[in-house]
């Protein structure tokens, strides 16, 4: 065995190795370590992906924000005319509406069902809420 300028033993081929002569990792830059290529691709590969999904996090927020300044309008519509905020009959048709989109589109329909049915709960919540005079007027607070 020999040792390198650093203190570190050397096997013959000149890998590094500790005092009982079993390969030690390497600090060096990505060519001598080949797997450093791949971690480097696999990490720039997921900061795109990640990159990806945060943009359609937001068009998937600033949609939710144009479906609630239509329900907002829906639920001033239904207060002035003193209409109840639910409407059992146009949820169901809207549930079996989104189950066939998401079954179209090979999105789990349980899924889409449980997501529209969160946003129906807020809808109504939020018609209530216009209708006894405790909603805004203005909408920014999900309607």
Do not use: W, Y
């Not at 005092?19 to 795109?48: F, I, Q, Y």
């Not at 999904?53 to 998937?60: K, Y």
């Amino acid at each position: 065995m020999t040792t390198s300028n650093t203190g570190d033993a050397t096997d013959p081929t000149g890998n590094a190795t500790d005092d009982s002569g079993n390969p030690t990792s390497d600090t060096g830059d990505a060519t001598d370590n080949p797997g450093a290529d791949a971690d480097a691709a696999v990490r720039a590969e997921l900061a795109r992906l990640r990159d990806s999904i945060d943009n359609i996090d937001a068009a998937v927020v600033h949609m939710l924000v144009e479906r609630f300044k239509c329900t907002q309008q829906v639920g001033h519509l239904k207060a002035a005319h003193q209409l109840p905020p639910a409407d059992p009959s146009r949820e169901a048709q809207q549930i079996a509406r989104l189950r066939r989109l998401a079954e179209n589109a090979k999105l789990d329909p349980a899924f889409a069902e449980k997501l529209l049915n969160f946003i129906i709960a807020e809808v109504i919540r939020h018609h209530e809420s216009i209708a006894d005079g405790t909603g805004q007027a203005t909408g920014t607070t999900g309607e």
